[in-house]
């Protein structure tokens, strides 16, 4: 998205649109996929010597569970989008994609669930434990890849 010093008169101007998924980079990505458009509603103004963007950047992305590896959908916001852009010089276009762009990616979980109560893969098989039980036998240990720590003398 670009905005035109020009189109901008006192008071601001809104702007209500979206931009292809593609300025989220996340092609290449094996954890997020990025199916629908970033959409925005902004206001800029000129104030002093500086452009001030602000409003809410949305998108809706797809995203591996990080504890059972299944896609889901989720909605990424960021209801408070505020820039600013120093005016100097020639400037007449301002860019903002790369803005946009991190916003969403700002906002995005770290550690992407499907739900608060994923039960997460089998340990000993890879089952994913939210389509049922794995019938694996439990283990001996309660602690799984750690409990060897337990056997640690001080």
Request: with cysteine; charged share 25%.
């Amino acid at each position: 998205m670009q905005i035109n010093l020009s189109h901008i008169q006192e008071g601001g101007r809104a702007y209500e649109g979206e931009e292809p998924a593609g300025i989220l980079d996340v092609e290449n990505d094996p954890f997020v996929r990025a199916p629908a458009p970033v959409r925005y509603d902004l206001l800029a103004e000129v104030v002093s010597q500086e452009l001030l963007v602000q409003g809410r950047v949305e998108t809706e992305l797809q995203m591996a569970c990080s504890r059972c590896g299944e896609f889901f959908s989720t909605r990424v916001c960021d209801s408070s989008f505020l820039r600013a852009y120093e005016l100097t010089g020639e400037v007449s276009l301002v860019d903002l994609d790369g803005d946009l762009r991190e916003a969403i990616l700002l906002k995005m979980p770290l550690f992407a669930l499907c739900s608060p109560d994923c039960r997460g893969l089998c340990s000993q098989c890879g089952s994913n434990l939210n389509r049922g039980s794995c019938g694996c036998a439990p283990s001996a240990t309660d602690g799984g890849a750690w409990s060897v720590l337990d056997e640690l003398k001080w």
